[in-house]
């Protein structure tokens, strides 16, 4: 079942326009890799569908339209965001960074906890004397507790020690394993996304150029349109 749709999205900012015609599907427990190089418009793309900037063009989360909705209620709607930049409230402790989140369902600052040790380990500890890593966590464990029917990471393991990387990486393997959550991903690390995502779709110039099976990407395509 498609979960969600975006067919020939077109989006500007002020006079200039940066997306010309994106297609992307993420399917019901699918994990799919947005790609392409710097400044394609993947994450214009994440901001049109969490209704952050306006956008023209078919855009449905299990068929209900967002381009109506203002951000707040597409998130209601279960789309939840760890944006670049993990953003969360830095003066408040973990737990209470994953209350102020939560809304019924599976996802508790226990479950959250399961998935990333160091949370609990910290939970009284304020956010902003956490880690990047660790603050990382906590961003996708605030999306995690809206208990959202699709997670969107937008480079979540930019600038992080590769240890860290590797951890957050373990959780996402996990949560499409045990969870069948179902996430779109941004990144750039090929050969990480390639042990998690199922399919990818790569923009160039605001515009989708290519989709299909990760397992077939082939070198011709990534040194074209992913730059590897
Ligand atoms: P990156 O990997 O560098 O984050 P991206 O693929 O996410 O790149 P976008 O950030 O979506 O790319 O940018 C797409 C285009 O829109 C680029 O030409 C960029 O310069 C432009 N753009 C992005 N944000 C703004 C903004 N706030 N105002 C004007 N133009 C913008």
């Not at 989006?11 to 010309?20: K, N």
Request: hydrophobic share 45%.
């Amino acid at each position: 079942m498609t979960l969600l749709e975006v067919r020939d999205l077109t989006a500007s900012y002020g006079v200039a326009q940066a997306l010309f015609g994106v297609d992307v599907t993420v399917a019901q427990g699918e994990v799919v890799a947005l790609m392409g190089r710097n400044g394609m418009g993947k994450t214009t793309t994440v901001k049109a569908i969490c209704r952050m900037i306006t956008s023209q063009g078919t855009l449905r989360l299990s068929g209900t339209d967002l381009h109506p909705l203002p951000s707040h209620k597409a998130a209601r709607l279960g789309i939840g965001l760890v944006p670049e930049g993990r953003r969360c409230f830095r003066d408040l402790t973990v737990e209470e960074n994953l209350i102020a989140a939560a809304r019924p369902g599976e996802w508790t600052p226990s479950t959250i906890g399961g998935l990333f040790p160091r949370l609990t380990e910290r939970k009284n500890q304020i956010a902003a004397s956490l880690s990047g890593g660790e603050q990382q966590m906590l961003a996708i464990g605030r999306a995690l507790m809206t208990n959202p029917r699709l997670l969107i990471l937008d480079e979540a393991t930019e600038g992080l020690a590769p240890i860290v990387r590797q951890e957050i990486w373990s959780a996402i393997a996990r949560l499409k394993r045990e969870t069948g959550t179902s996430i779109l991903l941004i990144d750039k690390s090929v050969k990480e996304l390639s042990q998690v995502a199922d399919r990818a779709v790569i923009l160039a110039r605001g515009k989708t150029v290519w989709a299909g099976s990760f397992a077939d990407i082939t070198p011709d395509i990534s040194e074209s349109y992913i730059g590897v």
